[in-house]
RNA sequence: GACCCCAUCGUCUAGUCAGGUCAGGACGUCAGGUUUUCAUCCUGAAAACAGGGGUUCGAAUCCCCUUGGGGUCGCCA
């Protein structure tokens, strides 16, 4: 391959809310070609909607692929990643340039302005909708003369810009993936590639900048296929080369719908309104007018907080489908890509596991998969479940720091590093995620006196049952426990062990699953030995006795 | 509705481009087993070429139709 074809690809986010999976997706795959390839990777921001950009988001977006470890050659400049001498890579830093092929495109008579308001356009729609016909727009403003045209920009009334499709000539594209897509002449209108703000569309600003920026391959979701002949038709007017195109199929819930960054908020519409609610709930903390405005606009997206606070105070669970879901979820960043790699590409054969590594040496866009892929949770969840198991056992510890540093900071806060050490490494053969030991292991941060016993038939079973019973047993291990010289989970292995020896008929389940309910308050924990090792003979004492003196009434609920 | 795309176990997929192995793997499911709880772990099983027509000695594979699914139809990207 020569300097002049090397691959250059880009992924180009718009910054509303966070990178979703399907977009994370596509970067990935823009990523890995590029890197399999020796090419460069870029990263745009298309920014040209100002209604809805926030630089908060873009942050967000950055964050998310640094996370995933994606990172990009040229583009913004975030830590190591960025720069480069094709930018600036906002487009609304661009305007000038979009301004200069506009211009080009109004003098070869390709482009002309339009001056329909969005009102008469919208009626149009409705009419040809209610008639059962395609709309098209009637290029009106095309048959304008000259002196009209002038009259108009005099007074000042708005307009956009219209690019003139030509008539009678079929579009044919090359798609990497899908082979040949062609449309036949007419069947495209006159669209809009300046607003009336004097912003560019999406379809101008990406065929502009991509021939800027020398992009080679794009790399993107199937919801754009249809708009690829509009990009061709452009990029022959402006005398730009085509790119190669590959278009890479959705991803799906579950349920066949599709997996869209506002899933979260018709999640939470739908409980409102099932609701009746015309107000946000008292403890959600968003104002009226923003609550109103939200309900009323199916587009309109609620922040991550705001979402999550909402969906507390309905009690709604959201559905993960940002990358920072899945982070907050506790998969791993490696796992993720890997799936998302999964999700649509395949090295062929039966390999299904790979890291980054592989796929920057053996991506390749003639593996993509055409057909549309359901997100399998489970799959995922057990991917992260042999990663986690396969990892350095510091190198989990490190991780679940890590974790709890950012969302569970009181579990730092409450244990010794020793403590913390233990508790990860005994929860490391028995985690899918690494919110699993949090979630779990929540009784470890409690104070001892909020420890409670409520009545239920795993607890029961556990301390009622039999007879010996488990409180028999709590109230007979006592005493060696208390008596015991260091207190560590070996020396509490030994103990206990000989203690069931002749307390128990050798079957350590029968002190172990009392201690543990008596501990934790409830039947899981990580291995008894362990789990006591890590609260400590004081707390575990402490437990204990309270455990113990709740007992008549747990036994007179249980009768 | 119009246009475009897609179609192998429940799910992700290998096999399709160069027709010829009991259609392979993984996740999930089910049945056993190991285990101090949960989770692991081990063994085994059930499970698919959407339907119909061609072409061919032979079709998951090539062609056509039907059906089903999806995308797009914004001064969003």
């Not at 298309?46 to 209604?51: A, I, P, S």
């Not at 349920?255 to 506002?262: C, F, L, N, V």
């Not at 866009?365 to 489970?378: E, G, N, Q, Y």
């Not at 003979?537 to 007179?556: H, K, P, V, Y």
């Amino acid at each position: 391959m020569t300097s002049e074809s090397r691959v250059r690809t880009r992924f180009a986010p718009s910054p509303t809310g966070h990178l979703h999976v399907g977009g994370a997706r596509s970067a990935l795959f823009c990523w890995a070609f590029a890197r399999r390839y020796q090419g460069k990777f870029l990263l745009r921001i298309e920014d040209t909607d100002q209604k809805r950009s926030s630089v908060d988001a873009s942050q967000g977006f950055l964050e998310d692929l640094s996370w995933l470890g994606i990172d990009w050659d040229e583009g913004p400049k975030w830590k190591s990643c960025g720069g480069g001498d094709t930018g600036p890579y906002e487009q609304s830093q661009r305007l000038d340039i979009y301004d200069r092929y506009m211009q080009q495109l109004l003098n070869s008579g390709a482009a002309y302005r339009a001056f329909e308001t969005p009102d008469e356009l919208d009626a149009a729609r409705r009419q040809a909708r209610a008639e059962k016909r395609a709309y098209k727009y009637n290029r009106a403003s095309l048959s304008l003369d000259e002196a009209t045209i002038k009259s108009y920009l005099d007074q000042g009334r708005p307009y956009v810009i219209r690019f003139r499709i030509p008539d009678d000539q079929p579009v044919v594209v090359q798609d990497a993936v899908l082979g040949e897509v062609r449309v036949e002449a007419g069947e495209l209108e006159d669209f809009v590639i300046r607003k009336a703000d004097g912003f560019p569309t999406y379809h101008f600003a990406v065929v502009v900048d991509d021939e800027l920026m020398g992009v080679t391959h794009v790399i993107r979701g199937q919801e754009h296929l249809a708009n690829t002949p509009k990009h061709a038709l452009l990029q022959d007017a402006l005398g730009f080369t085509r790119p190669v195109w590959a278009h890479v199929s959705l991803i799906f819930n579950p349920d066949g719908s599709k997996m869209s960054k506002r899933d979260k908020d018709k999640a939470l519409r739908s409980e409102v309104r099932a609701r009746g609610l015309t107000a946000p709930p008292d403890d959600s903390d968003i104002d009226t007018a923003s609550f109103e405005h939200w309900l009323a606009d199916k587009h309109a997206q609620l922040d991550t907080d705001t979402a999550t606070r909402l969906a507390q105070a309905l009690g709604v669970t959201l559905p993960e489908i940002n990358v920072d879901d899945f982070r907050r979820a506790g998969y791993l960043p490696e796992v993720l890509l890997n799936y998302l790699a999964l999700l649509g590409w395949s090295p062929g054969g039966d390999l299904e596991q790979f890291d980054r590594a592989f796929l920057a040496d053996h991506f390749d866009l003639d593996r993509i998969v055409k057909s549309p892929a359901k997100f399998d949770r489970a799959k995922l969840l057990a991917f992260n479940l042999d990663a986690i198991q396969d990892m350095e056992a510091v190198h989990f510890v490190d991780c679940l720091r890590e974790f709890c540093k950012v969302y569970e900071p009181s579990f730092l806060d409450m244990m010794t590093p020793e403590q913390f050490d233990c508790f990860a490494l005994s929860n490391k053969e028995r985690c899918k995620t690494l919110r699993d030991p949090v979630d779990s292991g929540r009784f470890f941060i409690l104070d001892d006196l909020a420890i409670e016993w409520p009545d239920s038939k795993p607890i029961r079973k556990a301390l009622c049952k039999g007879s010996p019973s488990g409180f028999d047993r709590l109230e007979a291990v006592r005493e060696t426990l208390e008596a015991l010289q260091n207190w560590n989970a070996d020396s509490l292995e030994t103990c206990l062990t000989e203690w069931a020896a002749s307390h128990c008929e050798e079957q350590i389940g029968k002190i172990a699953q009392p201690l543990r309910v008596a501990v934790s308050g409830g039947p899981v924990s990580p291995p008894i030995f362990d789990t006591l090792a890590i609260l400590g003979r004081e707390s575990t004492l402490a437990r204990l006795d309270r455990c113990i003196a709740s007992r008549s009434a747990l036994e007179g609920a249980a009768t």
